[in-house]
């Protein structure tokens, strides 16, 4: 079923939000807890605190669109924290379940958006810099995809078939 945009402005980003979240469980599939936090790196994320990352920073998207949404966990994926044990955090169901929550919300909410609306100032709400809600959601949607192509260089790294090309 294809989304319709109230304006043409909000119809890339959708559509990358959108494709990003298939890819996002394509990710996911099949992979074993002791995978989902593998660390290739000491100072790198696991691919389960991506995952939990990625889903957190989607609700600053719902919040730019005017909806706030309460996630079932406290602040386990917020940027600079210290990485603590795999018991301490939510299980890959429950971020899976609630990315597609979330991400379900935000195409709807996106879509309903005129223009006027999405050039209004800046709501501030996480994003440095940006002038317009159009650019929080642009930033947003790029902090989505860099996220992602963690998780397909995670994926690729365990020996699974790439997730595009």
């Known amino acids: 079923m294809s989304t319709v945009y109230t304006s043409r402005a909000a119809a890339p980003w959708g559509r990358m939000f959108r494709l990003n979240e298939y890819f996002f469980h394509q990710a996911l599939e099949g992979l074993t807890e002791d995978e989902l936090w593998l660390q290739p790196a000491k100072k790198a994320n696991p691919m389960l605190w991506i995952?939990?990352?990625?889903?957190?920073?989607?609700?600053?998207?719902?919040?730019?669109?005017?909806?706030?949404?309460?996630?079932?966990?406290?602040?386990?994926?917020?940027?600079?924290?210290?990485?603590?044990?795999?018991?301490?955090?939510a299980e890959i169901s429950l971020i899976r379940s609630t990315m597609t929550e979330v991400s379900l919300r935000l195409i709807s909410l996106l879509a309903a958006m005129d223009?006027?609306?999405?050039?209004?100032?800046?709501?501030?709400?996480?994003?440095?810099?940006?002038?317009?809600?159009?650019?929080?959601?642009?930033?947003?949607?790029?902090?989505?995809?860099?996220?992602?192509?963690?998780?397909?260089?995670?994926?690729?790294a365990l020996g699974y078939e790439g997730l595009a090309g």
């Open 51 to 89: 995952a939990g990352h990625m889903t957190d920073t989607r609700t600053v998207v719902l919040q730019v669109l005017g909806e706030a949404f309460e996630l079932p966990w406290e602040d386990q994926f917020k940027r600079f924290g210290k990485l603590g044990q795999p018991g301490e955090y």
């Open 115 to 156: 223009d006027e609306q999405l050039y209004q100032p800046a709501t501030g709400v996480g994003v440095a810099k940006a002038k317009t809600r159009m650019d929080e959601i642009a930033q947003l949607a790029w902090h989505d995809s860099y996220h992602l192509g963690q998780m397909a260089y995670l994926r690729k």
